[in-house]
């Protein structure tokens, strides 16, 4: 349920907000239920932990609305800057690690209530989260085409993003598109890095769980495992790894402000125009009562 917390937010409510204010109105207005469906997915909820996930997940989306949102302006406000000026790759790792502070922050918030839930958690509800997380592996690994090798991973690596670079800046032209290819091609994938390290945060979550379930121990224990888990959630701690980690992640960012060089005025203004709205959307949401 962790986890969920994260793709609640970034899943959910971001790729709601790429589609309009009416689209995030109607996500903030079954958040609820759809977060319940998706915990439901993974470990078939008793009607008690419905209750619990129901009651918690009220609360903790009117915190969101009210102290969140409104902070997201600024990270909105952070974009615009970026895709309006001459940004370095420092620029675009500053908008990650702004995403990443506030990820932190939810997980902190959902904490106390993780844990609670945690602790009713059954051993066959463990073994059904296990089992979507082993489905939901295969089809990352298939989108991937992580059996196909370094070819295949930087194929799906440039129809990923051309589908976001175009999301953002409008169609690019089959000069732009050759370009992209062009520094696609001139840097690792990564994609067998990251899900090596996907499987990693999933192993240390169900050895989270399976030890919560299995020693029962007090709430006060169950959160500080909780946050050991989230500070190493997004990097990994074994210095070989982590410096693969960070080197991967400067290439991304240099590849990130490569694209933005190779848009046009226009492309530029299009996105900027996208940022507007959705400053104006965000600004919209959190003054809802």
Request: charge should be positive; aromatic fraction near 8%; glycine fraction near 4%.
């Amino acid at each position: 349920m962790h986890r969920l917390v994260h793709r609640f937010i970034f899943a959910l409510v971001a790729a709601l907000l790429l589609q309009g204010c009416s689209a995030v109105r109607l996500g903030y207005g079954n958040a609820d239920s759809l977060t319940r469906w998706w915990v439901d997915q993974h470990v078939d909820m008793s009607p008690e932990q419905d209750a619990l996930a129901r009651e918690r997940l009220t609360r903790f989306i009117a915190w969101h609305r009210k102290t969140q949102l409104p902070d997201y302006i600024s990270v909105l406000r952070q974009g615009r800057k970026f895709v309006s000026g001459q940004p370095t790759a420092g620029d675009a790792l500053a908008l990650g690690d702004a995403l990443v502070r506030r990820a932190r922050t939810l997980a902190e918030q959902a904490t106390p209530d993780i844990a609670e839930f945690l602790a009713t958690v059954t051993p066959g509800q463990i073994e059904r989260m296990a089992g979507r997380l082993t489905e939901k592996n295969a089809d990352y690994a298939k989108e991937a085409q992580l059996a196909d090798g370094e070819s295949g991973q930087r194929k799906a690596r440039y129809k990923r993003l051309l589908e976001r670079a175009e999301y953002w800046f409008d169609d690019f032209s089959g000069e732009q598109k050759a370009a992209l290819q062009r520094l696609i091609d001139a840097q690792a994938s990564g994609s067998q890095f990251w899900y090596e390290e996907r499987l990693r945060r999933q192993r240390e979550w169900l050895d989270l769980v399976r030890l919560v379930q299995r020693e029962r121990p007090p709430r006060e224990r169950i959160m500080q495992l909780l946050r050991d888990y989230a500070a190493r959630f997004d990097m990994p701690i074994n210095p070989v790894r982590l410096a693969q980690a960070t080197a991967l992640r400067r290439a991304s960012a240099e590849l990130a402000v490569a694209i933005h060089a190779m848009t046009t005025a226009a492309q530029r203004a299009h996105a900027e125009h996208k940022l507007g709205d959705l400053i104006r959307d965000f600004t919209e949401l959190s003054q809802d009562v």
